[in-house]
Structure formats: structure tokens, C-alpha cells
């Protein structure tokens, strides 16, 4: 008999084990589903930061062609200096 009530003694025990066990990994998934979005809320701020400093850097570059071509406003700059007479 003693075997008997040891049987469902012992099951509750690993019931309760199991318990703990199903709560402590549901709470990890929960830790890295937060983690997640944060990474994936990190990931769209940089992708938009990328995006602006993309623009910035075409924007430059058009610039510097512009200043840098025949005729630019960097050329006409040279040639208004010496259009002027001396003082």
C-alpha cells in the first residue's frame, strides 16, 4: 500500500515541477518576444536614419556636380572676381 500512495504523492510533485518549468519558459518567451520589437523598433529608426542621410549625401553630391561643372555657380564666382576691376 505504501507503494500506492507514493505513486500519486510523487505525480503531484512532477505536475508541480512541470508547472514551474512551462511558467519560467513562458515568461523567457515573453522576455524575448519585448526584446524583439525592440530590436525591430531599433531596426526601423535606423532604416529611416539611413534613409534621411541617403537623401542628404544624393543631395550633396548634386551639389558638388553642380559647383564642380562648366559653368557652375563656382566657376562664375572665379570669373566675377576678375571681371571687377582691382582697388
Known amino acids: 500500500m505504501d507503494c ?5 504523492t510523487r505525480a503531484a510533485e512532477y505536475l508541480k515541477e512541470l508547472d514551474n518549468i512551462i511558467e519560467t519558459q513562458q515568461e523567457l518567451l515573453e522576455r524575448q ?4 520589437e525592440q530590436l525591430e523598433q531599433q531596426v526601423a529608426d535606423l532604416c529611416t536614419e ?4 541617403k537623401d542628404q549625401y544624393q543631395r550633396h553630391l548634386a ?11 563656382l566657376k562664375l564666382g572665379a570669373i566675377d572676381e576678375h571681371v571687377h576691376p582691382e582697388k
Open 4 to 8: 500506492q500512495t507514493e505513486n500519486p
Open 33 to 36: 518576444r519585448h526584446r524583439i
Open 50 to 53: 539611413n534613409a534621411c542621410l
Open 63 to 73: 551639389t558638388c556636380r553642380l559647383l564642380q561643372s562648366p559653368g557652375s555657380l
